[in-house]
């Protein structure tokens, strides 16, 4: 007799439906619908799956929205053992709902999960907990142009302990929230702020992870650029404090006056599946893309002398936030109000094309959930 137990996760999960009693009218759905906003209001149902060292993972469900019932030792609470990914589901001409590039968000929440030592989830199991989300509520998708229904699957040790090791009770969830336009009124251009005093993250520590304590500790330098007329800051690397990383949530990219994009390299940014399709369409326009790192120096004498000519942040949330002006406390780059860059708007409209299936999809970036 074999005494070995399957192990549950080398299945793709069977999800349970507990349709919710209480989901918003028709009404009520579209007048959120009109204006969304951002991250405000959610949809009628949520996923749940449970994992536990002894069982895997198991129990996934599809459930009404609501409140999670945690114990105040739960060690999330306590250690911040979290980490999350955010992707949007977008409506098509053709009635069908696409998401842009899952699989890399599944692979880099395994590549979170391993750093913050919790389970990896599979990447078959992470497309499916859309899926089943977008099937019940896929009348959350906005068709207005540019919005869509962002997509946020996280995952938090649940175990109520306060020794410290890694948690060996693990919740993952997917919450979905109808976005509107990023940019009210077209996008415009910002402006950021170099922290000099703050990082983000340190040599061997999570900045390549997408958890909740980078963004915890992105928030003080992020209050103090709003002081500053800034709406995002900008981080430095943490050993010498001399080359650009990222800001608290989006990556960077630097444009040359020879149609060059440069984006930094290193070990503490989060690489962003934004930047990764950015570099391929610059490189199938034939542009020279380079991944280096580059120094607060280069982008200064590169803006002064006039070989930088663009500047623009990008993330999911925002697609391409063009750049205006680089401030610190000791020099100003660019001028007050610049106008978006002519490649930073042009990259923007062709990657929004691809992901709302305007352009063909060469590369095959779309999966259909619905
Ligand atoms: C999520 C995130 C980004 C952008 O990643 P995308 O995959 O493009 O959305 C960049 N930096 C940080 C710190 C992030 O958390």
Not at 266 to 290: C, F, K, P
Not at 300 to 311: L, N, Q
Not at 326 to 354: K, N, V, W, Y
């Amino acid at each position: 007799m074999t005494t070995t137990a399957p192990t549950p996760t080398q299945f793709p999960l069977a999800f349970a439906l507990t349709p919710s009693t209480d989901a918003r009218a028709e009404a009520e759905r579209e007048a959120i619908l009109a204006d969304p906003g951002f991250g405000k209001h959610f949809t009628d149902h949520m996923v749940q799956i449970e994992w536990t060292l002894a069982d895997g993972w198991h129990n996934a469900e599809v459930i009404p929205y609501g409140k999670i019932s945690l114990d105040p030792a739960a060690s999330v609470f306590h250690y911040a053992q979290e980490i999350f990914e955010g992707l949007k589901a977008y409506r098509h001409a053709d009635g069908g709902i696409y998401t842009f590039r899952p699989e890399m968000n599944a692979q880099r929440l395994q590549r979170s999960a391993v750093r913050l030592a919790l389970p990896e989830l599979s990447t078959a199991d992470f497309i499916e907990s859309l899926r089943q989300l977008v099937a019940v509520d896929g009348s959350w998708v906005p068709d207005a142009p540019e919005t869509s229904l962002y997509l946020r699957p996280f995952e938090i040790s649940t175990e109520s302990f306060l020794g410290v090791r890694s948690a060996q009770k693990v919740g993952y969830f997917v919450i979905a929230s109808p976005a509107g336009t990023y940019f009210a009124g077209g996008v415009s251009p910002v402006n950021i702020w170099l922290s000099t005093e703050y990082n983000r993250a340190g040599r061997g520590g999570m900045g390549a992870a997408k958890t909740g304590g980078n963004y915890a500790s992105s928030l003080l330098p992020q209050e103090l650029a709003y002081e500053k007329g800034c709406a995002q800051v900008l981080f430095l690397d943490s050993q010498e404090g001399k080359y650009i990383e990222e800001l608290g949530g989006m990556n960077l990219f630097l444009v040359y006056r020879d149609g060059t994009l440069v984006t930094p390299e290193s070990d503490s940014i989060l690489a962003g599946i934004t930047r990764d399709s950015i570099m391929q369409l610059a490189r199938d326009r034939g542009h020279n893309v380079e991944i280096r790192q580059v120094s607060i120096e280069e982008w200064k004498a590169g803006s002064e002398s006039g070989d930088i000519v663009e500047a623009f942040a990008c993330g999911t949330a925002a697609v391409i936030a063009p750049v205006a002006q680089l401030r610190s406390e000791h020099f100003t780059l660019g001028a007050a109000g610049a106008p978006a860059g002519e490649l930073t708007m042009s990259l923007r409209q062709e990657l929004t094309d691809i992901q709302y299936g305007r352009l063909p999809d060469k590369h095959g970036w779309l999966t259909r959930l619905a």
